[in-house]
């Protein structure tokens, strides 16, 4: 069906008279290539008539990655297309299976190397010479089969169909398809003036040896399929990988549920940093080659790639290579490799996490801090973010530059940073420290504390994720004191090589904590209690028929049993109760609250009117908990002192 011509302003746009309908996974440059072909125009003088031809008689290498708004319609009456037709013919198509497409910018401002850096796509396409041969159809027979548009992602080296590794050069002239020589910017055809070519001709000009003026290289890249040989078992393992990432490329989003849907979209992410870990770490992570063969084309790559690119830095570093190898068998075995990494289609995050992990920090050792953050900035999934993220005697390592990964709990817990108490309880220590308490020489009260202490912040960056002091920070333990905890610990577990003992009792409460269901909410009971106090009626009779205690200066007072019941409802340290801390904001002494608070703590003192008066306020402080655990709309004091009577009732 022919269309009618368009306005468009002043202009008229006029369909082909003989279009061709796009092959099946055909690029935007093959495309216009086989119009030029069939039609004997340059590809120029076709694109001109498609309205695709910019300022300064350009071909923009952009409109790979999509075409623009302004242009599209034009471009779709001339070639009898729809405009989803003509999308599909954009690497736009992949944008929402493929990442590093969705942020990729390329436009009159900018040339294609960070597409290349990003891994996003490149310009120049790989090819196979039997798809491009055609299959025997009269059309595909005149002007050859299509180039696809996958060959310009960096993740596709191989043709599944027919078995064989991409080419990448001329096998005559040895030149890249589509790329120019240095002096002409990067567009979406090379050469583009140049009419008469078969669409698998190769487009590179050449020079002899006599000085004639340049002219196309014109091999046919469909006939000479003398691609790069691997051994059969290598072969059958590279085309396994292709054909994973072909599936997610060609069937999109279109999984079973959500927590599937979400494991796709890391999918290129963590390939890709994991390929990059793989090379920057070389040969430390030798292991994860399948092969010598394919271990040797990673070494080859990873020895020519800096010395390909530029001389070494001042300070001796050589530069990193971002872009994948441009070698299609190269790039396979890199990826493979990377595959390997994350555990092939196994990928169970605590696994990637542990062998991820030490090869990030062997990359980490090697490159310039800036580069290391930028690697751990890249979106990829929880495990691989974990990995990525640095430590310092077991927790992510304070100051530096900050970012949202960071944020990242440390592993994959079923429980929330508000389920985590500000000091770890001695009933959760019995059993899960029996270990390291065994093993601990001359561990004292007050060390154990900072234990508790330092406890609670491992399984708050268990679950919220953070650094020490975010950790302090959401179970209201000031900083300086988190910070001395730290110190204490850290001095006595690594003199006596106890640390991993410590990591292991704490993933076994963490572990514990997954399978339990009924969790406290101690983030919820801190805030209720945050500027909660013991009604004064409630303390007349808690005081009820015990002995007078006098008016010294260590009597308890109200204020002693509200900062009492608070230390035993949020297993909070009662040095850091509401009340105290707005003494100190205020400018008052916390002296005699806090030796009220001590007199009564006392083991030795915990007799007659004092003991039962501690009886009374744990009974006391446990239905408070029950008060503050009962869901409410609101965290009104009323509403707690309601539910407070409430539970008190028979």
Request: aromatic share 6%; proline share 7%.
């Amino acid at each position: 069906m022919r269309h009618a011509p368009v306005g468009r302003g002043s202009m008229t746009v006029r369909p082909l008279a003989r279009a061709l309908n796009p092959l099946p996974e055909e690029s935007l440059p093959g495309l216009l290539l086989r119009l030029a072909y069939r039609l004997e125009r340059s590809p120029t003088r076709i694109a001109r008539l498609c309205g695709l031809v910019h300022q300064q008689n350009r071909l923009p290498a952009e409109y790979l990655i999509s075409m623009p708004a302004e242009r599209i319609g034009s471009f779709s009456a001339t070639t009898r297309l729809s405009v989803e037709e003509a999308n599909a013919l954009t690497l736009s198509s992949f944008a929402a299976v493929y990442p590093p497409l969705a942020s990729v910018r390329i436009d009159g401002n900018r040339n294609t190397t960070a597409a290349r850096k990003s891994w996003a796509a490149s310009i120049s396409s790989r090819y196979c010479a039997a798809c491009l041969s055609g299959n025997g159809s009269p059309v595909q027979t005149l002007y050859g089969g299509p180039w696809k548009l996958r060959w310009h992602l960096p993740v596709s080296y191989a043709c599944v169909m027919h078995r064989t590794m991409l080419s990448h050069t001329c096998p005559r002239c040895g030149g890249t398809p589509n790329r120019p020589p240095n002096t002409e910017r990067q567009g979406l055809i090379t050469h583009r003036a140049t009419s008469g070519l078969h669409p698998a001709r190769c487009r590179r000009l050449v020079s002899d040896l006599h000085g004639t003026p340049a002219s196309p290289c014109a091999a046919r890249l469909d006939h000479d399929r003398q691609v790069a040989r691997v051994p059969e078992a290598d072969l059958s393992i590279l085309l396994a990988l292709q054909r994973r990432i072909d599936q997610r490329l060609m069937c999109g989003q279109s999984t079973a549920n959500a927590e599937q849907s979400a494991l796709d979209h890391y999918f290129f992410p963590d390939l890709i940093i994991a390929a990059h870990l793989i090379r920057l770490s070389w040969p430390d992570g030798a292991q994860y080659a399948s092969s010598t063969s394919l271990a040797d084309l990673i070494d080859h790559h990873v020895s020519t790639a800096a010395a390909r690119h530029h001389a070494p830095e001042l300070d001796g570093r050589m530069p990193i290579a971002w872009d994948a190898p441009e070698d299609p068998t190269e790039c396979a075995a890199l990826l493979v490799a990377a595959d390997a990494l994350l555990g092939h289609e196994e990928r169970d995050d605590a696994g990637i996490t542990d062998r991820v992990r030490p090869l990030a920090a062997s990359t980490f050792s090697r490159i310039p801090a800036n580069i290391g953050a930028s690697l751990r900035r890249m979106d990829t999934s929880p495990a691989v973010a974990r990995a990525l993220l640095r430590h310092s005697q077991g927790f992510y390592r304070a100051g530096g530059h900050r970012h949202a990964r960071q944020y990242i709990p440390s592993r994959q817990s079923h429980f929330e940073i508000d389920h985590v108490p500000a000091l770890l309880p001695y009933m959760w220590l019995s059993g899960p420290f029996d270990e390291l308490f065994s093993r601990w020489a001359q561990h004292t009260d007050w060390k154990v504390r900072h234990l508790r202490r330092v406890s609670a912040l491992k399984l708050a960056e268990m679950s919220g994720g953070g650094t020490w002091p975010d950790c302090a920070k959401a179970l209201h333990i000031p900083w300086n004191t988190a910070q001395q905890s730290l110190k204490v610990i850290r001095q006595e577990l690594n003199s006596q090589d106890l640390w991993p003992d410590f990591e292991r009792a704490v993933e076994s409460v963490a572990s514990q904590f997954d399978c339990g269901t009924d969790r406290v909410h101690y983030g919820r009971r801190r805030e209720l209690l945050s500027s909660w106090q013991v009604p004064a009626g409630d303390w007349a009779e808690l005081c009820r028929d015990l002995e007078q205690f006098g008016q010294g200066v260590t009597s308890p007072t109200r204020d002693t049993a509200t900062v009492l019941i608070w230390t035993h409802v949020t297993q909070g340290d009662h040095l850091h109760s509401p009340v105290l801390g707005a003494l100190r904001e205020s400018g008052s002494s916390t002296q005699r609250l806090v030796a009220s608070i001590n007199q009564l703590r006392t083991p030795a003192n915990r007799k007659g009117g004092k003991r039962e008066l501690l009886r009374r306020l744990e009974t006391y402080s446990d239905v408070l908990a029950t008060a503050c655990d009962r869901p409410v709309a609101s965290v009104q004091t009323g509403d707690l002192e309601a539910h407070l009577r409430e539970a008190q009732s028979p």
